[in-house]
């Protein structure tokens, strides 16, 4: 099975579709209407392209890209059903009115990313160092307080899924996650994309940014055996600053799992997969058919098969 390269996430009613620089929004509106939305992302690398392909490197590029994309495509699908909310009671706005809510929504974009990194950073990395420490009086050996540590972030990182899974409009986005992976496995397996062959393949997939948040969990957990520090506040300011070269080798790792059926490769796979079952839920078919739409118009996938099948 050969990578196609694409990728995606799921949106509000709708799905992202991303190969290279261009990406696809299809969002279904309440009246059943499915909108396709197609633009060229400019990553924040801007004219130093060539970062986003160094290995080690590029991982952490890409993440920053992934999140600034994936809110801006999240609040673009959103905007549809404010406008259903506010349909009759707005005015049309002016042309400067327009370009002061622009540069509103980029500023709000912006703050939102930096916000859910530090907000990741507490929760998933500083939260779990500080509830392994008060193990010390009972637990003298820093390597298992380290393991204990790496249990408790994965921990908190299922119970967080768990917690939210139960939220309606996030089931019904797990949902659109699932029609996301059935597209590409559909096209990564040589079967023309129909619905019918869509429903019929798997929701899981090697290359999802769950597999990714993993690994990056995984990897911190031996990084940290090899990168010690003394203080408290110097591990704290470690855990912070090893980020950047955990994701970057999270990253490799997530592109070989991708493109790789080695057995080991597929085994070190197996546990972002399992967390798939949480994040990704069995779609309908009208959630199928939005999928397809936002694959097909940044993707020939029958030009794909011909070339691999």
């Known amino acids: 099975m050969k990578s196609s390269n694409i990728g995606g996430q799921a949106v509000m009613e709708g799905i992202m579709m991303k190969n290279g620089d261009d990406y696809a929004v299809a969002v279904r509106k309440s009246d059943g209407e499915i909108v396709v939305s197609v633009e060229t992302y400019h990553s924040i690398v801007g004219n130093f392209k060539s970062l ?47 370009a002061k809510q622009e540069k509103q929504e980029k500023l709000l974009m912006g703050g939102t990313v930096v916000f859910s990194f530090v907000l990741a950073i507490g929760i998933f990395m500083i939260l779990p160092y500080f509830l392994s420490s008060l193990l010390k009086p009972l637990i003298s050996s820093y390597n298992i307080r380290t393991i204990i540590e790496g249990f408790v972030r994965i921990g908190i990182f299922v119970i967080y899924v768990l917690l ?25 397996h040589g079967l023309p994309l129909t619905v019918e062959n869509v429903r019929k393949s798997s929701r899981q997939h090697k290359r999802c940014g769950t597999s990714f948040l993993f690994f990056v969990l995984a990897i911190g957990i031996i990084l940290l055996f090899i990168v010690r520090a003394e203080s408290p506040l110097m591990r704290v300011v470690i855990r912070i600053a090893l980020l950047p070269v955990i994701a970057g080798i999270s990253y490799e790792v997530l592109k070989l799992a991708g493109r790789s059926e080695n057995k080991f490769v597929n085994l070190l796979s197996k546990p ?38």
């Open 52 to 98: 986003t392909k160094i290995p080690f490197i590029r991982g952490v590029f890409n993440f920053i890209d992934s999140m600034v994309l994936g809110i801006k495509t999240l609040m673009y699908s959103a905007s549809f059903f404010e406008e259903e909310e506010e349909n009759g009671s707005k005015k049309p706005l002016t042309d400067a009115e327009a």
């Open 272 to 309: 972002g997969l399992a967390i798939q079952k949480l994040t990704t839920k069995e779609p309908d078919d009208s959630m199928i058919e939005v999928a397809i739409q936002a694959v097909e118009a940044v993707f020939d996938w029958r030009k794909y098969e011909e070339e691999n099948f």
């Open 164 to 188: 939210i899974s139960r939220m309606e409009d996030i089931q019904r986005t797990f949902m659109y996650h699932g029609a996301e992976h059935k597209c590409i496995n559909c096209i990564e």
